[in-house]
Protein backbone atom coordinates (compact mmCIF):
# COMPACT_ATOMS: atom_id res chain seq x y z
CA UNK A 1 0.00 0.00 0.00
CA UNK A 2 1.58 3.58 -0.73
CA UNK A 3 1.76 6.26 1.57
CA UNK A 4 -0.50 9.63 1.84
CA UNK A 5 1.73 11.93 0.01
CA UNK A 6 0.43 15.55 -0.43
CA UNK A 7 2.14 15.20 -4.04
CA UNK A 8 0.68 13.44 -6.85
CA UNK A 9 1.75 13.67 -10.14
CA UNK A 10 -1.15 11.75 -12.19
CA UNK A 11 -3.47 13.53 -10.18
CA UNK A 12 -1.49 16.65 -10.90
CA UNK A 13 -1.31 15.60 -14.69
CA UNK A 14 -4.97 14.67 -14.82
CA UNK A 15 -6.55 18.16 -13.69
CA UNK A 16 -4.13 20.07 -16.38
CA UNK A 17 -5.50 18.12 -19.37
CA UNK A 18 -9.00 18.38 -18.08
CA UNK A 19 -8.76 21.65 -17.45
CA UNK A 20 -6.94 22.82 -20.66
CA UNK A 21 -10.27 20.34 -22.46
CA UNK A 22 -13.07 22.37 -20.84
CA UNK A 23 -10.82 26.04 -21.51
CA UNK A 24 -10.68 24.72 -25.26
CA UNK A 25 -14.65 23.24 -25.19
CA UNK A 26 -15.68 27.20 -24.00
CA UNK A 27 -13.02 28.32 -26.76
CA UNK A 28 -14.76 26.67 -29.02
CA UNK A 29 -18.72 27.34 -28.00
CA UNK A 30 -18.54 30.91 -27.17
CA UNK A 31 -18.45 34.59 -29.94
CA UNK A 32 -17.60 35.37 -32.97
CA UNK A 33 -13.76 33.34 -32.29
CA UNK A 34 -15.34 30.40 -32.19
CA UNK A 35 -17.58 30.58 -34.69
CA UNK A 36 -14.62 31.26 -36.93
CA UNK A 37 -12.61 27.76 -35.39
CA UNK A 38 -15.45 25.49 -36.40
CA UNK A 39 -15.77 27.01 -39.53
CA UNK A 40 -11.69 26.64 -40.57
CA UNK A 41 -11.54 23.28 -38.52
CA UNK A 42 -14.77 21.71 -38.09
CA UNK A 43 -13.62 18.27 -37.09
CA UNK A 44 -11.11 19.72 -34.82
CA UNK A 45 -13.29 22.22 -32.60
CA UNK A 46 -16.24 20.38 -33.22
CA UNK A 47 -14.76 17.66 -31.60
CA UNK A 48 -13.85 20.20 -28.61
CA UNK A 49 -16.81 21.44 -29.01
CA UNK A 50 -18.79 18.35 -28.06
CA UNK A 51 -16.89 16.07 -26.06
CA UNK A 52 -14.56 18.77 -24.17
CA UNK A 53 -17.32 19.03 -21.56
CA UNK A 54 -16.79 15.44 -20.43
CA UNK A 55 -13.71 16.37 -18.98
CA UNK A 56 -15.53 17.39 -15.71
CA UNK A 57 -16.16 13.56 -14.93
CA UNK A 58 -12.32 13.67 -14.63
CA UNK A 59 -12.69 16.33 -12.46
CA UNK A 60 -15.83 15.20 -10.33
CA UNK A 61 -13.84 11.48 -9.62
CA UNK A 62 -11.00 13.35 -8.35
CA UNK A 63 -13.15 15.50 -6.26
CA UNK A 64 -14.69 12.45 -4.99
CA UNK A 65 -10.88 10.72 -4.93
CA UNK A 66 -9.16 13.22 -2.57
CA UNK A 67 -12.86 14.37 -0.32
CA UNK A 68 -12.50 10.64 0.55
CA UNK A 69 -8.89 10.87 1.68
CA UNK A 70 -9.24 13.98 3.32
CA UNK A 71 -12.50 12.90 5.29
CA UNK A 72 -12.31 9.05 5.40
CA UNK A 73 -8.71 8.09 4.90
CA UNK A 74 -9.34 4.66 6.21
CA UNK A 75 -12.91 4.16 5.47
CA UNK A 76 -13.74 5.45 9.08
CA UNK A 77 -16.81 7.26 10.26
CA UNK A 78 -16.65 11.09 10.60
CA UNK A 79 -16.13 11.45 14.38
CA UNK A 80 -16.82 15.56 14.62
CA UNK A 81 -19.72 17.90 13.07
CA UNK A 82 -19.81 17.67 9.13
CA UNK A 83 -20.91 21.92 9.34
CA UNK A 84 -16.89 23.42 10.36
CA UNK A 85 -15.37 20.88 7.26
CA UNK A 86 -18.60 22.38 5.04
CA UNK A 87 -17.86 25.60 5.90
CA UNK A 88 -14.35 25.75 5.67
CA UNK A 89 -14.48 23.84 1.78
CA UNK A 90 -17.21 26.80 1.22
CA UNK A 91 -14.48 29.19 1.96
CA UNK A 92 -12.01 27.38 -0.28
CA UNK A 93 -14.20 27.42 -3.29
CA UNK A 94 -16.08 30.88 -2.73
CA UNK A 95 -12.99 33.02 -2.19
CA UNK A 96 -11.56 32.97 -5.66
CA UNK A 97 -14.58 31.73 -7.13
CA UNK A 98 -16.14 34.95 -6.25
CA UNK A 99 -13.03 37.42 -7.18
CA UNK A 100 -13.77 35.62 -10.44
CA UNK A 101 -17.39 36.14 -11.07
CA UNK A 102 -16.01 39.80 -10.64
CA UNK A 103 -13.46 39.85 -13.46
CA UNK A 104 -16.28 38.32 -15.54
CA UNK A 105 -18.88 40.65 -14.54
CA UNK A 106 -16.25 43.32 -15.55
CA UNK A 107 -15.05 41.50 -18.61
CA UNK A 108 -18.65 41.53 -19.57
CA UNK A 109 -19.50 45.26 -19.18
CA UNK A 110 -16.87 46.28 -21.10
CA UNK A 111 -17.18 43.11 -24.21
CA UNK A 112 -20.41 44.51 -24.21
CA UNK A 113 -19.36 48.10 -25.61
CA UNK A 114 -17.24 45.80 -28.58
CA UNK A 115 -19.83 43.15 -29.97
CA UNK A 116 -23.38 42.47 -29.53
CA UNK A 117 -22.85 38.50 -28.93
CA UNK A 118 -25.24 36.08 -26.94
CA UNK A 119 -22.48 35.11 -24.86
CA UNK A 120 -21.75 38.27 -23.24
CA UNK A 121 -23.83 37.75 -19.76
CA UNK A 122 -26.97 39.97 -19.54
CA UNK A 123 -25.87 42.98 -16.55
CA UNK A 124 -26.03 41.53 -12.90
CA UNK A 125 -28.87 41.65 -10.55
CA UNK A 126 -28.49 42.05 -6.54
CA UNK A 127 -30.11 39.07 -6.21
CA UNK A 128 -28.73 37.39 -9.09
CA UNK A 129 -25.12 38.38 -7.47
CA UNK A 130 -26.20 37.22 -3.85
CA UNK A 131 -27.46 33.47 -5.48
CA UNK A 132 -24.18 33.10 -6.88
CA UNK A 133 -22.62 33.83 -3.70
CA UNK A 134 -23.98 31.30 -1.73
CA UNK A 135 -23.39 29.05 -4.19
CA UNK A 136 -27.20 28.59 -5.25
CA UNK A 137 -27.75 30.06 -8.66
CA UNK A 138 -28.52 26.52 -10.47
CA UNK A 139 -31.02 25.42 -7.86
CA UNK A 140 -33.17 29.00 -7.67
CA UNK A 141 -32.47 29.05 -11.55
CA UNK A 142 -30.54 31.88 -12.27
CA UNK A 143 -28.37 32.48 -15.58
CA UNK A 144 -24.88 31.73 -14.99
CA UNK A 145 -22.50 34.96 -14.62
CA UNK A 146 -19.32 32.88 -16.14
CA UNK A 147 -19.17 29.67 -17.98
CA UNK A 148 -18.82 26.47 -15.91
CA UNK A 149 -19.67 28.22 -12.37
CA UNK A 150 -22.28 25.46 -12.42
CA UNK A 151 -19.48 23.42 -11.67
CA UNK A 152 -18.29 25.47 -8.31
CA UNK A 153 -22.05 25.00 -6.66
CA UNK A 154 -22.40 21.38 -7.50
CA UNK A 155 -18.59 20.67 -6.20
CA UNK A 156 -19.63 22.14 -2.58
CA UNK A 157 -22.79 20.33 -2.48
CA UNK A 158 -21.23 17.11 -3.24
CA UNK A 159 -18.59 17.92 -0.50
CA UNK A 160 -21.46 18.64 1.90
CA UNK A 161 -23.55 15.55 0.97
CA UNK A 162 -20.42 13.15 1.33
CA UNK A 163 -19.08 14.87 4.64
CA UNK A 164 -23.03 13.90 6.27
CA UNK A 165 -23.02 10.67 4.51
CA UNK A 166 -20.10 9.81 6.91
CA UNK A 167 -21.19 11.42 9.50
CA UNK A 168 -24.50 9.93 9.45
CA UNK A 169 -23.35 6.79 8.98
CA UNK A 170 -21.67 6.70 12.46
CA UNK A 171 -20.06 2.81 12.48
CA UNK A 172 -16.77 2.33 9.89
CA UNK A 173 -18.37 -0.16 7.93
CA UNK A 174 -21.88 1.38 7.70
CA UNK A 175 -20.77 5.14 6.44
CA UNK A 176 -18.33 3.88 3.41
CA UNK A 177 -21.65 1.68 2.87
CA UNK A 178 -23.51 4.97 2.26
CA UNK A 179 -21.75 6.73 0.08
CA UNK A 180 -21.58 3.21 -2.45
CA UNK A 181 -25.64 3.15 -1.88
CA UNK A 182 -25.83 7.26 -2.61
CA UNK A 183 -23.21 6.11 -5.55
CA UNK A 184 -25.51 3.27 -7.17
CA UNK A 185 -28.94 5.70 -6.64
CA UNK A 186 -27.08 8.25 -8.58
CA UNK A 187 -25.81 5.71 -11.21
CA UNK A 188 -28.77 3.65 -11.46
CA UNK A 189 -31.39 6.30 -11.75
CA UNK A 190 -30.71 10.23 -10.75
CA UNK A 191 -27.81 10.47 -13.47
CA UNK A 192 -30.71 9.51 -16.13
CA UNK A 193 -32.89 11.90 -15.33
CA UNK A 194 -31.75 15.59 -16.38
CA UNK A 195 -34.40 17.29 -14.53
CA UNK A 196 -31.95 16.62 -11.38
CA UNK A 197 -28.34 18.36 -13.02
CA UNK A 198 -28.24 21.27 -10.38
CA UNK A 199 -28.59 19.20 -7.55
CA UNK A 200 -25.52 16.92 -5.83
CA UNK A 201 -27.43 13.54 -6.38
CA UNK A 202 -27.39 13.61 -10.48
CA UNK A 203 -23.40 13.55 -10.09
CA UNK A 204 -22.27 11.81 -6.95
CA UNK A 205 -21.98 8.61 -9.00
CA UNK A 206 -18.98 9.31 -10.75
CA UNK A 207 -18.15 11.85 -7.03
CA UNK A 208 -18.98 8.10 -5.43
CA UNK A 209 -16.60 6.00 -7.86
CA UNK A 210 -13.79 8.43 -7.07
CA UNK A 211 -14.29 8.10 -3.24
CA UNK A 212 -14.33 4.10 -3.75
CA UNK A 213 -11.01 3.72 -5.60
CA UNK A 214 -9.55 5.23 -2.60
CA UNK A 215 -11.22 2.95 -0.35
CA UNK A 216 -10.44 0.26 -2.29
CA UNK A 217 -6.79 1.11 -2.91
CA UNK A 218 -6.12 0.45 0.75
CA UNK A 219 -7.58 -3.00 0.64
CA UNK A 220 -5.35 -6.20 0.26
CA UNK A 221 -8.44 -7.35 -1.82
CA UNK A 222 -7.84 -4.77 -4.04
CA UNK A 223 -8.53 -6.64 -7.49
CA UNK A 224 -12.06 -7.74 -5.27
CA UNK A 225 -12.79 -4.01 -4.00
CA UNK A 226 -12.27 -2.43 -7.47
CA UNK A 227 -14.20 -5.46 -9.32
CA UNK A 228 -17.23 -4.64 -6.91
CA UNK A 229 -16.98 -0.78 -8.53
CA UNK A 230 -16.80 -1.89 -12.03
CA UNK A 231 -19.32 -4.13 -11.62
CA UNK A 232 -22.15 -1.72 -10.43
CA UNK A 233 -20.85 1.01 -12.84
CA UNK A 234 -20.97 -1.40 -15.56
CA UNK A 235 -24.22 -2.50 -15.15
CA UNK A 236 -25.43 1.23 -14.71
CA UNK A 237 -23.90 1.53 -18.31
CA UNK A 238 -25.93 -1.93 -19.58
CA UNK A 239 -28.98 -0.29 -18.25
CA UNK A 240 -28.13 3.04 -19.93
CA UNK A 241 -25.01 3.75 -21.59
CA UNK A 242 -23.35 7.38 -20.79
CA UNK A 243 -20.03 7.71 -22.38
CA UNK A 244 -19.73 10.40 -18.86
CA UNK A 245 -19.70 7.30 -16.63
CA UNK A 246 -17.95 5.45 -18.63
CA UNK A 247 -15.27 8.10 -18.42
CA UNK A 248 -15.93 8.41 -14.87
CA UNK A 249 -15.46 4.55 -14.09
CA UNK A 250 -11.84 4.34 -16.50
CA UNK A 251 -10.45 7.72 -14.25
CA UNK A 252 -11.45 5.94 -10.70
CA UNK A 253 -10.04 2.30 -12.06
CA UNK A 254 -6.81 4.37 -12.63
CA UNK A 255 -6.36 6.20 -9.80
CA UNK A 256 -7.38 3.10 -7.33
CA UNK A 257 -4.43 1.32 -9.13
CA UNK A 258 -2.32 4.32 -9.43
CA UNK A 259 -2.14 4.82 -5.71
CA UNK A 260 -1.84 0.75 -5.07
CA UNK A 261 1.42 0.41 -7.45
CA UNK A 262 2.34 3.77 -6.34
CA UNK A 263 1.98 5.80 -9.70
CA UNK A 264 0.05 8.25 -8.17
CA UNK A 265 2.64 9.95 -6.59
CA UNK A 266 5.66 9.12 -9.13
CA UNK A 267 4.19 9.78 -12.71
CA UNK A 268 4.24 11.28 -14.84
CA UNK A 269 7.67 13.83 -13.60
CA UNK A 270 6.64 16.84 -15.76
CA UNK A 271 6.92 20.35 -14.28
CA UNK A 272 4.67 21.58 -17.42
CA UNK A 273 1.68 19.21 -16.39
CA UNK A 274 2.44 19.98 -12.71
CA UNK A 275 2.14 23.79 -12.81
CA UNK A 276 -1.03 23.48 -14.53
CA UNK A 277 -2.70 21.05 -12.50
CA UNK A 278 -1.51 23.34 -9.64
CA UNK A 279 -3.30 26.43 -10.92
CA UNK A 280 -6.31 24.09 -12.95
CA UNK A 281 -8.79 25.60 -10.28
CA UNK A 282 -7.45 29.70 -11.24
CA UNK A 283 -7.89 28.30 -14.79
CA UNK A 284 -11.19 27.15 -14.81
CA UNK A 285 -12.10 30.56 -12.72
CA UNK A 286 -10.43 33.21 -15.03
CA UNK A 287 -10.83 31.50 -18.78
CA UNK A 288 -13.89 33.11 -19.39
CA UNK A 289 -13.59 36.72 -18.80
CA UNK A 290 -10.19 36.47 -21.06
CA UNK A 291 -12.43 35.05 -23.25
CA UNK A 292 -15.28 37.31 -23.54
CA UNK A 293 -12.10 40.14 -24.05
CA UNK A 294 -10.32 38.25 -26.84
CA UNK A 295 -13.78 38.03 -28.75
CA UNK A 296 -14.97 41.72 -28.02
CA UNK A 297 -11.45 43.12 -29.02
CA UNK A 298 -11.75 40.48 -32.18
CA UNK A 299 -15.12 42.17 -33.19
CA UNK A 300 -14.04 45.60 -32.39
CA UNK A 301 -11.01 45.53 -34.31
CA UNK A 302 -13.29 44.31 -37.87
CA UNK A 303 -11.52 40.96 -37.97
CA UNK A 304 -13.08 37.79 -39.81
CA UNK A 305 -10.38 36.18 -41.56
CA UNK A 306 -9.20 32.26 -40.54
CA UNK A 307 -5.89 33.31 -39.80
CA UNK A 308 -6.53 36.45 -37.56
CA UNK A 309 -9.09 33.97 -35.65
CA UNK A 310 -6.67 31.41 -35.00
CA UNK A 311 -4.27 33.76 -33.62
CA UNK A 312 -6.90 35.65 -31.34
CA UNK A 313 -7.24 31.82 -30.09
CA UNK A 314 -3.43 31.43 -29.35
CA UNK A 315 -3.06 34.29 -27.82
CA UNK A 316 -6.51 33.90 -25.65
CA UNK A 317 -5.32 30.73 -24.74
CA UNK A 318 -2.04 31.95 -23.80
CA UNK A 319 -3.55 35.24 -21.91
CA UNK A 320 -5.76 32.70 -19.67
CA UNK A 321 -2.60 31.21 -18.07
CA UNK A 322 -1.10 34.02 -17.40
CA UNK A 323 -4.43 35.57 -15.68
CA UNK A 324 -4.49 32.10 -14.22
CA UNK A 325 -1.20 31.87 -12.75
CA UNK A 326 -1.51 35.61 -11.33
CA UNK A 327 -5.06 34.51 -9.88
CA UNK A 328 -3.39 31.30 -8.63
CA UNK A 329 -0.41 33.83 -6.76
CA UNK A 330 -2.87 36.53 -5.47
CA UNK A 331 -5.86 34.77 -5.23
CA UNK A 332 -5.94 30.95 -4.74
CA UNK A 333 -3.48 30.27 -3.38
CA UNK A 334 -3.10 29.48 -0.04
CA UNK A 335 -1.40 31.84 1.25
CA UNK A 336 -2.98 34.66 -0.30
CA UNK A 337 -6.67 33.08 1.02
CA UNK A 338 -5.77 32.43 4.25
CA UNK A 339 -4.94 36.44 3.65
CA UNK A 340 -7.82 36.98 2.30
CA UNK A 341 -9.84 35.37 4.91
CA UNK A 342 -8.58 36.31 7.68
CA UNK A 343 -9.42 40.35 6.37
CA UNK A 344 -12.49 39.82 5.80
CA UNK A 345 -12.88 37.97 9.59
CA UNK A 346 -11.06 41.12 10.74
CA UNK A 347 -13.31 43.34 8.68
CA UNK A 348 -16.51 41.17 9.84
CA UNK A 349 -15.31 41.54 13.62
CA UNK A 350 -14.92 45.41 12.93
CA UNK A 351 -18.42 45.69 11.98
CA UNK A 352 -19.99 43.84 14.50
CA UNK A 353 -18.42 45.49 17.20
CA UNK A 354 -19.32 48.75 15.38
CA UNK A 355 -22.69 47.57 15.05
CA UNK A 356 -23.06 46.15 18.81
CA UNK A 357 -21.71 50.05 19.85
CA UNK A 358 -24.25 51.74 17.78
CA UNK A 359 -27.01 48.91 19.13
CA UNK A 360 -25.62 50.49 22.68
CA UNK A 361 -25.58 54.10 22.35
CA UNK A 362 -29.63 54.37 20.07
CA UNK A 363 -30.41 51.98 23.52
CA UNK A 364 -29.12 54.45 25.87
CA UNK A 365 -30.55 57.27 24.23
CA UNK A 366 -33.99 55.64 23.86
CA UNK A 367 -34.03 55.26 28.17
CA UNK A 368 -32.62 58.49 28.45
CA UNK A 369 -35.29 60.16 26.35
CA UNK A 370 -38.01 58.26 28.99
Known amino acids: MSTISNRMPLIDALKAIAALLVLLNHYSSYGPLAEAAR ?17 VQVFLVIAGFLAARGLSAEGQALRVSPLPLIWKRYLRLAVPYLAAIGLAIMAAAIADHWMDDEAIPDRATVAQWLAHAFLLHGVLGYDALS ?98 IALALAVALLLGFGRRTGVLEQWPNARPLAFLGQISYSIFLVHFPVLLLANGLYARLGLSSTASAMIGLVLAW ?22 ITTAISGLSASMLQVTQRAGRLARRAMLGRV
Open 147 to 244: AGVWYIAIDFQLFALMAILLWAGRRNIVAPALVLAVTAASLFWFNRDASWDNWAIYFFGSYGLGAAAWWASDRRQLAAWLGVIATIAIAALIIDFRLR
Open 318 to 339: AASIAAATLFYRWIESPEASRR
Open 39 to 55: AALPGLFGWFFEYGRMA
